[in-house]
């Protein structure tokens, strides 16, 4: 992604846009995508699909269908909690926000004493994970996947504990 | 971006029973028993319907909102997405590849479908008039309050011409607008200006050819008003080029 050939490439053929923030053009392909991705984890996320699948493929799935909603949550937590710099504390983070449900900044920074600076480049860390939503009252909360399958979160043992 | 590209192509219809069935709905039961024998075990009629929402009554038809609904919409998606020449190209670029090796599943599709047609006691006449659709490009359908020398509505004589040449009888070239132009419209696009308004259809043929965008495009000016419906050829060089393998010349 760092050179400027593959970003036209990816901008011309998905509609990704790449200002300072990257993002999707409305009703191109890559917009499209997301939107598919989204019914893909709700058909996933049901265990009547991921049970009939499996007996169906059972030789091609010994271990079952994959619940996909759930391993996408845990793709993004492990690649948080790989972070070089702010991995951990990123983790730290996001499981006092999972406790209280939402908070602002301000409350953030009193109950974890962290240097506001760097309390912001955590933030904008768990929304590039899409693992955080800010809210109408500058509330940042859990994202609803992440809050369904909070149990991952806690799994990470060790880390941000 | 291998893999992605799979994933996509291995959902579309010309290589998915079930994408294609999904497709092609709704349909009378009797033709999906003829057509797709194998849905129609207890098992897979029970997985078909309570996990992707096709519910098989008299007419077997996708649910609103079921997951059948949104591999139907995103099918069409992908059709025209890669079947564009800058995507693919863009794709190879991306992936190092050959441009040939980027899958077209809009052209997969399309090949099966006017195979298919080509085997009905009716088949030339169907793919001479797509061939001449093709050809042809974009039609004025109908306009309205325009001076005496603007260009006139070449729609409807367009079509007479097709029924001379291909000697379609009425109801015979009834079927055949039906098979290639289609009879459902789904609306793309709208929107306006404070001096203009504008809708798009995309209409959905028998086999999802969907040949012809409509345009209804409407313009005012003072106590004046232009009013314009177009039809847009669709996919014109993946056809052209695949009726030529298939009828040479």
């Known amino acids: 992604m760092r050179d400027e050939f593959t970003r036209m490439a990816l901008a011309r053929a998905f509609g990704i846009q790449f200002t300072d923030k990257v993002s999707l053009e409305y009703g191109k392909y890559g917009w499209h995508v997301t939107e598919f991705i989204d019914k893909i984890f709700k058909l996933f996320e049901n265990e009547e699909f991921r049970s009939r699948v499996t007996s169906l493929l059972r030789s091609e799935y010994p271990q079952g269908i994959p619940n996909l909603a759930e391993e996408w949550v845990e793709v993004r937590l492990k690649g948080l909690a790989s972070e070089p710099t702010y991995g951990k504390i990123a983790i730290k983070l996001l499981k006092e926000i999972m406790r209280v449900g939402r908070a602002r900044l301000e409350e953030l920074e009193r109950i974890l004493s962290i240097n506001r600076g760097i309390l912001i480049e955590l933030l904008k860390l768990l929304d590039l994970y899409k693992l955080i939503i800010k809210d109408y009252n500058e509330n940042y909360r859990p994202a609803e996947d992440l809050r369904k399958y909070s149990a991952i979160l806690e799994r990470l043992e060790g880390v941000g504990t | 971006m291998l893999n992605f590209i799979n994933a996509l192509v291995n959902i579309s219809p010309s290589r998915n029973i079930i994408s294609q069935l999904i497709l092609l709905l709704p349909k009378d039961l009797m033709v999906v028993r003829y057509s797709y024998p194998e849905v129609l075990s ?175 495009k409407t313009t005012w000016s003072g106590w004046s008003h232009w009013y314009d419906h177009i039809y847009r050829v669709r996919h014109r060089s993946t056809i052209k080029s695949i009726l030529k393998e298939l009828l040479g010349g």
């Open chain 2, 42 to 216: 207890e098992e897979a009629k029970e997985f078909l319907d309570r996990c992707l929402g096709i519910e098989f009554n008299e007419i077997v038809k996708r649910r609103s909102n079921s997951f059948a609904e949104s591999l139907y919409t995103h099918i069409h998606k992908l059709f025209d997405w890669l079947d564009s020449d800058e995507v693919r190209s863009d794709l190879a670029k991306l992936m190092g590849t050959h441009i040939m090796s980027i899958p077209n599943p809009y052209a997969e599709w399309a090949r099966l479908v006017l195979k298919k047609l080509l085997e009905r006691p009716e088949g030339d006449k169907i793919l001479v008039f797509i061939r001449m659709l093709v050809e042809h490009g974009s039609f004025i359908v109908n306009r309205e309050g325009y001076s005496r020398g603007a260009k006139r509505p070449d729609w409807q004589p367009f079509l007479n011409e097709v029924k001379r040449k291909i000697k379609a009888n009425p109801a015979e070239f009834e079927d055949i607008l039906r098979t290639v132009i289609g009879t459902s419209e789904e609306t793309i696009d709208e929107g306006g200006t404070p001096r203009s308004s504008w809708i798009i259809y995309l209409k959905h043929s028998e086999y999802h050819l969907d040949l012809i965008l409509s345009e209804h």
